[in-house]
């Protein structure tokens, strides 16, 4: 018999809980081991030592031609670039599908898609915006996250994607804005692109991961919630700011209730709570002038008093969600 890394995760849960007693936990050891077995490791290393090999050999590249650019054609640079984009694409073909090789090939086809397209527009002064360039490499890379199913990817193309944006934001030929990513539309235009992408992989994550995880909607919702709660903190003071202070609050009640009363997720809660605790400390801060000795350490005790409640109740919440799992 052999405890799953999942059972044993459960375990631990349930012993720290309080519902799992030391005999009891002693008894699930003396049945098979609570330390992770030879081959666990190896699939870990396998894992790590793959995505590691990607992504030197991506900056391999691009520090060799960085290195021999003058020395270099730009036929045998390019050649270079298609080649590792070819040997990444034929690696994944090759590779027993959604294990870690093919991953990992399919992880440097998205970096060997965007540095190409980087070759492409210095080699030929295309004069396209950078935005353009973040915009075409999460298009392009799009099908090949969309084939690993894997939350490196995914990550990389959110990253990428949250970059264009930005840039393309910060264009006023574009916009309209004063040249500059902090105004209240641009906040709200970034938190709506992860918000989408957040709704996407809850409502799909199935399909888009190989091995569901909660990864990329975490990641997601920082990206929403960063944002807004910046924008919040800002909307104190500002008034251009002030209509961030109700979307805010709104995404952050709305996104409470729905994972704890719908679908569980602590470390978001965790993102909400002490984001929503954040902007209350701004308005605090706001309404008493601290100015004095006195007013700055009630802030600072309100500020404690907040955060450690709020580690307490999500202390809990976690307990009850490790012994959720067990009675499911």
């Keep these: 018999m052999q405890w799953t890394p999942d059972q044993r995760s459960t375990l631990f849960q349930l012993a720290e809980s309080g519902l799992l007693t030391p005999a009891q936990l002693a008894q699930a050891a003396d049945a098979a081991p609570l330390a992770p077995t030879p081959a666990e490791w190896r699939r870990l290393f396998d894992r790590l030592l793959a995505f590691a090999g990607v992504l030197l050999l991506g900056a391999a590249m691009v520090f060799f031609l960085a290195y021999n650019w003058e020395a270099l054609h730009r036929f045998a640079k390019f050649g270079l670039a298609f080649a590792l984009l070819a040997g990444c694409g034929g690696t994944a073909l090759c590779a027993p599908p959604f294990g870690n090789l093919y991953r990992a090939a399919l992880f440097g086809a998205c970096i060997a898609s965007g540095a190409l397209l ?10 396209a915006d950078i935005w353009e360039l973040f915009a075409a490499w999460a298009l392009l890379m799009t099908p090949f996250a969309a084939l690993s199913r894997s939350s490196a990817s995914w990550a990389l193309w959110l990253a990428v994607a949250n970059a264009a944006l930005m840039r393309a934001l910060s264009q ?12 209240l539309h641009s906040l709200l235009a970034v938190a709506g692109l992860n918000l989408a992408v957040l709704l996407l992989f809850e409502a799909g994550e199935r399909r888009l991961m190989a091995r569901p995880t909660r990864r990329l909607p975490r990641l997601a919702a920082l990206g929403v919630l960063a944002p807004l709660g910046v924008g919040a903190v800002v909307g104190w003071w500002e008034a251009d700011f002030r209509l961030a202070l109700p979307v805010f609050f709104a995404c952050a009640a709305a996104g409470g209730l729905i994972y704890l009363r719908l679908r569980r997720d602590v470390a978001i809660l965790a993102l909400v709570v002490y984001a929503g605790i954040a902007v209350l400390t701004a308005g605090l801060v706001r309404l008493i002038a601290v100015d004095s000795f006195l007013s700055l350490n009630l802030v600072a005790l309100v500020l404690i008093a907040a955060s450690g409640g709020a580690a307490c109740w999500l202390a809990r919440l976690q307990r009850q969600s490790g012994a959720g799992e067990v009675v499911r």
């Design 118 to 127: 980087a070759l492409i527009g210095q080699t030929y002064q295309s004069g």
């Design 172 to 183: 006023s030929a574009w916009w309209g804005f004063v040249d500059t990513l902090f105004h």
